[in-house]
């Protein structure tokens, strides 16, 4: 998925929905779409784990939100 990510061009709308990912998997997801997607304007995330125990997945989202200036919908 990640080198799927990277490799598309001009990605408005990701879906990762129900597909059980933990806090170090998202991590290099949201990573990889904040440095490869920037032009992202929806994300979908529900039904994965997303918490504090695991930060790694928590700071590249805030990362990617922070950096995204075309997100408007997560």
């Known amino acids: 998925m990640i080198s799927a990510l990277r490799d598309c061009v001009s990605l408005k709308c990701v879906k990762i929905n129900n597909m059980e990912l933990m806090g170090e998997e998202s991590g290099e997801i949201f990573q990889t779409l904040r440095i490869h997607q920037p032009q992202l304007e929806v994300l979908g995330y529900a039904g994965n784990d997303l918490n504090r125990r695991v930060t790694t997945g928590v700071d590249e989202l805030a ?4 950096d995204s200036t075309q997100l408007h919908t997560l």
Do not use: A, F, G
């Open 63 to 66: 990362n990617l939100l922070r």
